[in-house]
């Protein structure tokens, strides 16, 4: 199985900073990686897909990068409604493994 | 609009069944492979199962291979998952979830709570 890291596990900023996420893959994935928010007590909801595509309907303050076995998600001036968690997956091969989570916290 | 309602989750003793469902709606279900996932209580995301547009194509998480059968119905599009020999760290909120190209889940349910205790 592809075993799929996220560093920080727990972030605390500020409204307006702009903050990076970075996940890691265990092999190589290209650009089959996606990223979702989580907000407590809701579904998972996909804002970047292929690494750097961002879906629709998502604030392009939003952007993904990497390739390979290095990721990063990046929030360019942090909005109170961006406090969540976030999670990388890695879609290259099956079973599409998930990292263990970003813990997004107002400071 | 895209909507995915789960469906028959409840509290089951170990060792006993459950069977999930999901209605589909705003999208042609039998053009899309569909997926459960699951997150147990304060921790990450697990995807459990995907099956292919025709049913043809199935596979799981080594944690449920043996145990649990996802299965759609193209013709009342729907999603179920059926799960049997439950043990506690089964225990999970459950999302049925749209799978597009690249594998991503770009739609997902509000989840059913499946909880597993004597």
């Known amino acids: 199985d592809i075993q799929m890291t996220q560093s920080p596990s727990s972030l605390s900023a500020s409204v307006g900073d702009r903050v990076t996420i970075t996940c890691r893959a265990s092999q190589s994935i290209s650009n089959y990686l996606n990223w979702y928010q989580q907000k407590p007590g809701k579904a998972p909801k996909l804002l970047i897909y292929a690494a750097s595509s961002l879906e629709r309907g998502v604030p392009s303050r939003f952007s993904g990068s990497g390739s390979g076995t290095d990721f990063t998600l990046t929030i360019s001036g942090l909005q109170p409604e961006d406090f969540a968690t976030y999670y990388c997956q890695q879609s290259y091969r099956a079973m599409y493994t998930f990292a263990q989570g970003t813990n997004l916290m107002i400071k | 609009q895209v909507q995915l309602v789960e469906s028959g989750g409840g509290l089951v003793k170990p060792g006993g069944s459950l069977r999930l469902s999901c209605a589909a709606s705003?999208?042609?279900?039998?053009?899309?492979?569909m997926s459960w996932i699951r997150q147990a209580p304060g921790k990450g995301l697990e995807w459990v199962s995907y099956?292919?547009?025709?049913?043809?194509?199935?596979n799981y998480a080594d944690s449920v291979k043996g145990r649990f059968t996802i299965a759609r119905d193209n013709a009342k599009n729907s999603l179920f998952l059926q799960m049997n020999s439950l043990r506690a760290d089964d225990t999970a909120v459950y999302y049925c979830?749209?799978?597009?190209?690249?594998?991503?889940?770009?739609?997902w349910g509000q989840g059913t709570l499946v909880t597993v205790s004597s």
């Open positions: 099956i292919s547009t025709s049913g043809k194509t199935i």
């Open positions: 979830a749209r799978v597009s190209s690249t594998w991503r889940a770009d739609y």
């Open positions: 705003g999208f042609t279900f039998s053009d899309y492979y």
